[in-house]
């Protein structure tokens, strides 16, 4: 069969279902195997994909490169359940930065417990962390992430004594499992009996959808004020109630540049119709 007929075939059977209804065959000398040698599709029907993957702008069919944009997720709470947190906090678990949270371990049974909360999740398939366990090689850490379709913790990890810090990449096949309306929650949990002179370091946890992590993790204002994460593509709006600074401030549009001040808000770039 002809290569464009199949080309075709395959779009509308992965992409476009829709386009079925709308396939005809342009009338031509056929080929040795009695199949004509060209297929058409009618445009005016082609709709958009609803995965926003594909869009038809009325002349083309465009791919959507956002879709290929790779995301990391900070944590927006930390909770030390068992154990002791001795120092660090939210934002130290945030970057890649030498600034540890670190708890101490409780003597005997429930001996350590951390559960890390993420919000405006929109999809993952990596959890990335760099961790260190003062511990001993018969003291197991587990990673666990929450299931909320069989509301439990499942395994994805598990470490014992370190000598070092150590950065993990765990996979994650199943999130759709994990996401409940854009929430997701991770432990590292310590199950026997614990020991109070083990202590747990944790240097960042993240969530990545995609396969690399963005390409600056020493990230303020954006990630960490408003939304707990950054797509580093700068969309959304930013909203703080602390000081902003910069050596050079910019703008996109494409108008004169300006601030002004319409009694209630400050503007920076023209607004028409503001002030």
């Known amino acids: 069969m002809n290569k464009k007929i199949i080309f075709s075939l395959l779009l509308c059977l992965f992409l476009i279902?829709?386009?079925?209804?709308?396939?005809?065959?342009?009338k031509v000398t056929a080929t040795s195997d009695g199949f004509p040698d060209s297929l058409h599709l009618n445009q005016d029907n082609w709709f958009n994909d609803s995965n926003g993957y594909l869009n038809w702008d009325g002349n083309s069919l465009e791919f959507n490169e956002s879709k290929l944009a790779d995301t990391t997720y900070?944590?927006?709470?930390?909770?030390?359940?068992?154990?002791?947190?001795?120092?660090?906090?939210?934002?130290?678990?945030?970057?890649?930065?030498?600034?540890?949270?670190?708890?101490?371990?409780?003597?005997?049974?429930?001996?350590l417990?951390?559960?890390?909360?993420?919000?405006?999740v929109e999809n993952f398939n990596n959890l990335i962390t760099r961790v260190y366990?003062?511990?001993?090689?018969s003291h197991i850490i587990k990673v666990?992430?929450?299931?909320?379709?069989?509301?439990?913790?499942?395994?994805?990890?598990?470490?014992?004594a370190q000598a070092g810090f150590n950065t993990y990449t765990i996979p994650v096949f199943d999130p759709e499992e994990h996401l409940d309306e854009g929430n997701v929650s991770m432990r590292f949990e310590?199950?026997?009996?614990?020991?109070?002179?083990?202590?747990?370091?944790?240097d960042f946890v993240w969530l990545v959808d995609g396969?690399?992590?963005?390409?600056?993790?020493?990230?303020?204002?954006?990630?960490?004020?408003?939304?707990?994460?950054?797509?580093?593509?700068?969309?959304?709006?930013?909203?703080?109630?602390?000081?902003?600074?910069?050596?050079?401030?910019?703008?996109s549009l494409n108008t004169s540049f300006g601030m002004c001040n319409n009694g209630t808000d400050f503007f920076i770039g023209y607004i028409e119709g503001v002030c």
């Not at 366990?133 to 090689?137: D, I, L, R």
């Open 113 to 120: 417990e951390v559960v890390i909360n993420y919000t405006n």
């Open 144 to 160: 666990q992430i929450y299931d909320y379709d069989s509301s439990s913790w499942e395994d994805y990890f598990e470490f014992t």
């Open 133 to 137: 366990y003062e511990g001993s090689t």
């Open 17 to 26: 279902p829709s386009c079925f209804s709308i396939i005809h065959y342009n």
């Open 74 to 111: 900070y944590a927006s709470s930390i909770e030390t359940i068992h154990g002791t947190n001795i120092s660090g906090n939210l934002s130290s678990i945030w970057y890649y930065n030498g600034t540890d949270y670190v708890v101490q371990e409780n003597n005997g049974i429930n001996p």
């Open 211 to 251: 396969s690399t992590v963005g390409g600056s993790t020493d990230l303020v204002g954006y990630a960490k004020y408003n939304f707990a994460f950054n797509n580093f593509n700068g969309t959304g709006d930013f909203s703080t109630s602390g000081n902003i600074t910069a050596d050079t401030f910019k703008t």
């Open 190 to 202: 310590h199950q026997g009996n614990g020991i109070s002179s083990h202590i747990f370091n944790i």
